[in-house]
């Protein structure tokens, strides 16, 4: 089937919608792009960046990956990073992971999964440097959801550590990054308390995860 004539009907009526409540909305987008925030975040389809935190387009920069991994040779990441941070003066980065991650789950798993298990080695990393943690906790679920978190804390350090954030602070820019999970379960979103806004920020975050 080469149509999908649901989705073109779908989007009609969410820009109908729209107009209603602000006539000049998409007139007014077209002209600027003015976000102050940007999400990098999963893949997971269950897991719509602007819908979670309630912001309309155009004020939520967003990019995503399977399990939300910052990698410094991933030229896509970086450059969405590098876009948000030196045009679009982001002053907000959210990394946000989520309960049940399936990159997660499947990173935990002792089994082949194909060209992915390139891309989850780096969480099977952060498993390693936290195994005696994750070990002790009695139950699948729990760990995987251990490890969602500590994924997210991981991958704030790797975002401070890009040239991208350290050049930002250099000059006086006011950038903070922030680690959040999201629970499928209820919707709502936890603040895993990792926030960093300069390099010494940045330092102790480091001395933490020795």
């Known amino acids: 089937m080469k149509n999908t004539p649901q989705l073109f009907k779908n989007n009609r009526q969410w820009a109908s919608k729209i107009t ?6 998409f007139h007014n987008l077209k002209n600027q792009q003015a976000p102050e925030y940007l999400w990098i975040g999963c893949s997971d389809s269950r897991v719509p960046a602007n819908d979670i935190v309630g912001l309309l387009p155009g004020e939520l920069f967003v990019h995503r990956n399977i399990a939300n991994l910052v990698i410094h040779t991933d030229m896509n990441c970086l450059s969405v990073l590098q876009y948000a941070v030196d045009i679009l003066r982001v002053k907000h980065v959210i990394v946000c992971g989520h309960y049940g991650c399936g990159g997660i789950k499947a990173a935990m798993e002792n089994k082949p999964h194909g060209l992915v298990d390139n891309w989850l080695r ?4 952060t498993w390693r440097r936290n195994q005696v943690e994750l070990e002790i906790i009695p139950d699948e679920s729990g760990r995987n959801n251990r490890l969602c978190e500590l994924n997210v804390c991981d991958q704030v350090i790797n975002v401070g550590n890009t040239t991208i954030i350290q050049d930002a602070w250099r000059r006086g ?28 920020d940045l330092h102790i975050m480091h001395k933490g995860n020795l």
């Open 173 to 200: 820019q006011e950038t903070t990054i922030h680690g959040w999970i999201y629970d499928l379960a209820d919707g709502l979103l936890k603040d895993l308390g990792v926030c960093i806004s300069s390099c010494e």
């Open 122 to 125: 780096h969480i099977r990393d």
């Open 20 to 25: 209603e409540v602000n006539p000049d909305f």
